[in-house]
């Protein structure tokens, strides 16, 4: 467990500050995925990614990949009419179930909080759970549609100190390597912000051709067709929540009823007012 | 079962035995995401506890809380001035399509909660604009504003009580009364002057709380309130008179239906499309006609009262022997006949029975934006177009409309660019291609504008607006002699162009041949003599030429013989303050609300009397009358108008400010009154040499126009004269 910078104190895995002294050490998430052992890890599992991709001879086209992955984006799905509500409100955070428990905001819900959060993120992130916002990673500003046809695109300084990779969705991940709290999590599959590049490499070389081109990076990446049970992503966990100032860029689906091009609309033009570009897609 | 649910999150989570449930709208979904629970409970502001007996029951309720939500929102949004026009009237399209009366009712709960923000009632003119195009919206946010008086009643009375009976649980309570609707339901109540219903929410409220532990304090409370509200009762009902310049009381009077016009109502409501004419067509078409032009005739009487009558007989004759699309059509007419004759209300009321019909099409939506136009409320106006180029894209009437009140109001820019894409749409349809020329002379671009007004001229030929188009763009230069033979060659295309001939006169006058101007004018007058805007030329004439006893004259005659044509009326008061005589509100105010440009010009005459009157209590209202005047032709003459009172009143640096801003737009004749002012006051102010030099600007200009400028100014014609004058004698 490494030491406070400032005062030597040993320092807590799952918080953002020195226990003895308060001095902030980073977001917890990011210091667990820097750890020396997730590190040599994953470098090890992307050296024999660009291995077997010498040996394929498709190592032109990872490193290419590899490239465009250097210039990923963060990005949140929701529908318009939460949308609405986030750009609409300067005091909105964007916020998880337990952030909204722990500060009193419904009481109702405490019930849901304890009969359902009774697995993954535990597994995942211990105490510091509650403290996960989840995103995906993308090429472009286009998310998960299976979670809202909106999709927010985060601007990088306001994530890149706090966010950390997970290779997919945790569920499937703790379902896949069979995660229980007796059995620690394997290492190489949780990357900082700036080697998600090399998380990107070791995931999806094995899937990369000589045919591959840029084309098929996006679709590699991420995909979703509206059906949560098919989705595949890289997951991005940032510590702690953001508001509608974190957004660099919105878009959307054309929508295809009048409800949701009316408030479509609006959402454009406040987010216009906001500084905040947008963009709909067919 | 128990269901948590939010509808501005539009989800519900349902304790189905030991599982937790997420539920939306559309489909129940077992709970698999953190993010799911998250938008629920940090955006489900309120969260409605109802029991259910199945996840299908849960997800009608959503579903319903949601669709409130949403056309909160959208509502707020469609009276949002920061948003766009666009977004506002796609907000208002689709709330006018899907409020009925259950959705009304919800909407009104949750918009009469609390009062309206002090800015929105503040606002609450330009803000309902955007809306009036969209009868059941605006009908649904006009009874909002009328009910602030009482939502601050209600709130008023409850916040005392609560403050004296229950201080503690104040939170607690109000979210109680929420929950039942109970502050909306009192308001309405209160709006109806219904103490029964009053007495019915309050019951209902009590039992409903009576099953909390709140209801030993709330029976307290409720006394209190009722005994309140009983009082306030009385007062709301009380009718009040106030002064309502901008005519929206005098709206909403028209909205609220007089026995005749809820007739007209009935009429269409029970209207059956197996309506039996014994008539043939030949003997429709002369029955309507006839009917029309009574109508016609009583709309320039101004007697609203047989309109409304004759409408009904119409109503009933065409419902029983023509199709419905007729109807609207007739009614449409009648409105463009209320426009002539500047009657608005009555032009509001008829276009909007023909919108109401139903009926798809074209010509009862454009009738019903040019209604708005000419009532000055340019975005209205600008809403109604756009719905009419959704429902009609291939209507270059309301393409060119669109691009027309754009330009009146000033947003030249975007007129001009308006009238290029329908130059592209519909390159044979020559009104965009005028309109852009037009365009260009109100920008003070008046070369490019007469430049690009031959170009038109080439393609288009043998157009009378072209040509009269051309005389104006000349006018403006200061042309008026070449202007005048565009104006003669447009007449001769169609001798009936009464906007035509008006500019004639004008150029007549312009090029010192008043005297032709007048005889022209009188034989127009006598060839015609029921047209009230012939008669008011002549009058005019008469005017100019200094003959203002027989102006008065004939003003007086065209009041009596149309009393219900107000620019008749405005003539008249602009005679009567050149004579040196008293002017009362009644001949130079409109009688319901300042909204077309004639009126605006009746308005500036009463502003001139006043500033003759009163010239330090004018500043403010003229001021004021600058800053809320949509028309831009007439606010820049309200602005050369302001540059006089404050000068007078000894503010020459913010006089001088005021008349060089918009100088390099103006055409020529009003360009020469600034200068000739702008001069003037440097002279006053000592600034001898800057005052030389502009004069003598003015005083050089070899126009023809200037000698009749310095005689109008010279006579004490001119509301600048009291400045000039002085100045001018010693030149």
Request: charged share 25%; glycine share 4%; net charge neutral.
């Amino acid at each position: 467990m490494p030491n406070c910078p400032i005062c030597d104190s040993s320092l807590p895995e799952v918080s953002d500050r020195c226990q003895t002294c308060q001095t902030h050490v980073g977001a917890p998430n990011v210091r667990l995925a820097a750890r020396a052992e997730e590190q040599s890890a994953l470098t090890a599992r992307f050296n024999k990614a660009i291995d077997d991709a010498q040996a394929r001879g498709i190592e032109t086209v990872v490193s290419d990949f590899q490239r465009s992955v250097q210039n990923s984006v963060v990005t949140v799905n929701c529908d318009l009419s939460f949308l609405k509500d986030f750009i609409s409100r300067d005091t909105t955070l964007y916020a998880n179930y337990h952030q909204g428990v722990r500060a009193g905001t419904r009481k109702a819900a405490e019930e849901a909080f304890d009969r359902q959060r009774s697995s993954v993120d535990a597994l995942m992130f211990g105490s510091m759970a509650s403290e996960i916002v989840f995103g995906a990673l993308s090429l472009t500003c286009r998310g998960l549609i299976s979670y809202g046809p909106a999709c927010m695109q985060l601007r990088e300084v306001t994530i890149r100190e706090r966010a950390s990779l997970l290779e997919e969705n945790s569920y499937d991940f703790v379902k896949r390597h069979g995660i229980r709290p007796e059995r620690c999590k394997p290492y190489g599959y949780i990357s900082i912000w700036s080697d998600r590049d090399k998380l990107a490499v070791a995931k999806h070389e094995s899937s990369m051709t000589t045919s591959t081109t840029q084309d098929d990076y996006q679709g590699m990446l991420l995909f979703s067709d509206g059906d949560r049970t098919r989705d595949r992503f890289i997951e991005v966990h940032i510590h702690r929540s953001f508001d509608h100032k974190a957004i660099e860029k919105i878009s959307c689906k054309q929508p295809t009823e009048a409800l949701g091009e009316a408030i479509w609309a609006v959402v454009q033009d406040l987010s216009g007012r906001l500084g905040i570009a947008t963009e709909t897609y067919s | 079962m128990k269901a948590l649910i939010s509808g501005r999150v539009g989800r519900a989570v349902v304790e189905d035995e030991r599982d937790l449930v997420s539920v939306v709208p559309s489909f129940p979904d077992r709970l698999t995401s953190e993010s799911e629970l998250a938008e629920f409970v940090n955006l489900g502001t309120s969260l409605e506890v109802v029991e259910v007996n199945s996840l299908a029951e849960a997800a009608h309720a959503t579903a319903a809380a949601k669709q409130i939500e949403d056309l909160l929102f959208l509502t707020l949004s469609s009276l949002n001035p920061d948003l766009t026009l666009t977004s506002r009237v796609a907000c208002a399209a689709y709330l006018d399509d899907v409020i009925d009366s259950s959705v009304r009712m919800k909407l009104l709960n949750r918009l009469l909660s609390a009062p309206l923000p002090p800015n929105v009632r503040a606002s609450q003119r330009s803000l309902l604009e955007i809306i009036t195009p969209f009868p059941q919206l605006d009908a649904l946010v006009q009874e909002v504003f009328a009910s602030q008086e009482a939502v601050e009643t209600v709130e008023g009375a409850f916040a005392q009580a609560i403050k004296d009976i229950l201080p503690n649980r104040r939170t607690e309570f109000k979210a109680e009364l929420d929950h039942l609707e109970t502050y909306s339901q009192l308001v309405l109540a209160i709006n109806q002057g219904d103490r029964d219903a009053l007495n019915r929410v309050v019951v209902s409220a009590l039992f409903e709380l009576n099953k909390t532990d709140l209801a030993f304090s709330a029976n307290l409370v409720f006394s209190t309130v009722a005994a309140a509200l009983r009082r306030g009762l009385r007062v709301a009902t009380r009718p009040k008179r106030t002064l309502d310049l901008f005519g929206r009381a005098e709206m909403r009077g028209i909205r609220s239906k007089t026995s005749t016009q809820a007739t007209v109502d009935d009429l269409l409501a029970s209207d059956t499309e197996n309506s039996f004419s014994k008539l043939s067509v030949f003997e429709t078409k002369t029955n309507i006609d006839k009917q029309l032009e009574g109508i016609r005739k009583q709309i320039l009487d101004g007697r609203a009262d047989l309109v409304t009558r004759y409408v009904t007989d119409l109503v009933r004759f065409k419902l029983t022997h023509s199709e419905r699309v007729h109807l609207g059509k007739s009614l449409c007419l009648l409105a463009t006949v209320s426009l002539a004759a500047n009657q608005l209300e009555m032009a509001d009321e008829l276009s909007t029975y023909a919108y109401t019909l139903g009926v798809e099409d074209p010509y009862i939506y454009n009738v019903r934006a040019e209604v708005l136009k000419y009532s000055g409320k340019f975005d209205a106006s600008i809403a109604a177009y756009r719905l009419s180029k959704i429902k009609f894209p291939d209507s270059a009437y309301a393409w060119n409309g669109e691009a027309d009140v754009l330009k009146e109001s000033g947003r030249y820019t975007e007129a001009l660019a308006a009238y290029k894409t329908i130059q592209n749409r519909f390159s044979d349809n020559p009104v965009a291609f005028n309109g852009y020329v037009s365009t260009l002379r109100k920008m003070g671009s008046y070369s490019a504008a007469a430049r690009e007004g031959y170009k038109v001229r080439s393609t288009f030929k043998d157009h009378p607006v072209i040509e009269a188009e051309l005389g104006q763009c000349l006018l403006a230069i200061g042309k008026p002699k070449r202007a005048a033979d565009h104006f003669r060659l447009a007449l001769s295309i169609n001798p009936k162009d009464t906007q035509a001939f008006l500019s004639l006169l004008r150029a007549l006058n312009e090029s010192g041949e008043g005297e032709t101007a007048l005889r022209q004018a009188l034989k127009r007058a006598a060839s015609e003599p029921l047209n009230p805007a012939l008669q008011s030329a002549l009058a005019t004439q008469y005017r100019i030429m200094g003959h203002l006893e027989r102006a008065e004259q004939k003003a007086r005659e065209l009041v009596r013989a149309f009393p219900g044509y107000s620019p008749g009326r405005y003539s008249l008061a602009a005679i009567l303050l050149l004579r040196g005589s008293p002017i009362t509100e009644d001949q130079a105010l409109p009688t319901s609300g300042l909204r077309s440009e004639s009126d605006w010009r009746g308005y500036r005459v009463y502003l001139v009397a006043l500033l003759k009157t009163s010239p330090k209590e004018s500043v403010g209202e003229i001021q004021n009358a600058v800053k809320t005047c949509p028309w831009a032709s007439i606010r820049q003459s309200l602005s050369t108008l302001l540059g006089v009172v404050l000068s007078q009143n000894e503010r020459r640096s913010e006089a001088l400010q005021v008349l060089q801003a918009d100088l390099s737009i103006l055409g020529n004749h009003q360009k020469q009154t600034r200068l000739a002012l702008i001069g003037a006051i440097n002279l006053i102010s000592n600034q001898k040499q800057t005052g030389r030099v502009v004069l003598e600007r003015v005083m050089s200009t070899k126009e023809v126009h200037l000698k009749t400028f310095r005689d109008h100014v010279l006579s004490g014609a001119s509301i600048s004269a009291p400045i000039l004058l002085p100045v001018l004698l010693a030149a």
